[in-house]
């Protein structure tokens, strides 16, 4: 069973949940900037969460199906046709042998996710079917003449299945480890006003045009470790999150980090959009935690 490509629109990569725990060699770890909207679309075709599905910027994927199989759009809501006919998302739909899927440029959002019943089957890298951009690591970029294959179906599509609610509002965030290094009103500058998605924003990182948090240390920051949702500020002052593909290791002091089950928005801003941040509320303490 194989998916042959036809067009891939402005950037198509093979995702999976990427390559965690590999950071201390020197490897992002990469995966899908939806993990949601992934995570959705396997489900609705039968797949193990970890199957691998392609992420699709911007629309203009088009492939044919060898033999017939189950498929599933998830994430930016991209207009979907098969052999010219209009579906729908958040479902499993039916490709006959033959048939071409189309995905049209969606209305909001970036990256759409099509999911096939037994998962993209490229060979895995580390572990892992991921394409990470920052080093070109994994399988690479879908090109118009792949033949991508597609692993066994394991199970049943599920006839259905809603897409997790997601909360609305500013990107939560934490104090960052070097948050010393800023004034001390920092976070609410970063808290305080609205940024705009810069069009290099990529993978790698979500770039920001805004209010620049001050910095009270000049000296140079020793390269150390990043985290997922590291919000950067580089010498323009211009914050940079980073994403799937950023770099281990960084030497920019890191003022914030945005909450986890934030991240999967700065998946789907496109440039020009405006974004905010806010403190995150306390974590409640511990469950049996001693009381004071």
């Known amino acids: 069973m194989s998916l042959h490509v036809l067009a891939t629109g402005p950037l198509t990569l093979v995702q999976d949940r990427g390559r965690p725990g590999l950071a201390h060699l020197g490897v992002p770890r990469a995966g899908a900037l939806d993990p949601p909207a992934a995570a959705l679309a396997n489900r609705l075709v039968g797949n193990r969460a970890d199957d691998a599905v392609l992420e699709v910027v911007l629309g ?16 930016a809501p991209a207009p979907v046709h098969v052999d010219g006919v209009a579906r729908g998302h958040h479902r499993a739909e039916w490709l006959a042998a033959g048939s071409t899927l189309r995905l049209g440029r969606p209305r909001t959002g970036v990256r759409t996710y099509l999911a096939v019943a037994g998962g993209i089957a490229v060979a895995p890298v580390l572990g892992s079917r991921s394409t990470d951009t920052l080093a070109w690591v994994g399988p690479p970029r879908v090109t118009a003449g792949t033949a991508l294959p597609v692993g066994r179906p394991r199970t049943q599509p599920r006839p259905l299945d809603h897409p997790p609610v997601h909360r609305p509002g500013p990107l939560r965030v934490v104090p960052g480890p070097r948050a010393d290094w800023f004034a001390a009103d920092a976070l609410a500058v ?46 323009s002052g211009r914050p940079v999150v980073f994403l799937a593909d950023h770099p281990p290791t960084g030497g920019y002091p890191v003022v914030a980090v945005v909450h986890p089950d934030d991240l999967w928005r700065c998946a789907q801003l496109r440039p020009g959009e405006q974004v905010r941040f806010t403190p995150a509320p306390p974590r409640p303490p511990a469950r049996g935690a001693a009381r004071r």
Do not use: H
């Open 60 to 75: 203009g994927l088009e492939v044919r199906a060898e033999e017939p199989c189950w498929v599933a759009v998830t994430g």
């Open 190 to 235: 970063l808290c305080g006003s609205p940024y705009a998605v810069e069009a290099d924003s990529n993978r790698v990182g979500l770039r920001l045009d805004g209010s620049a948090p001050v910095r009270t240390r000049e000296a140079e920051l020793p390269s150390e470790g990043m985290v997922l949702g590291a919000v950067q500020v580089p010498p």
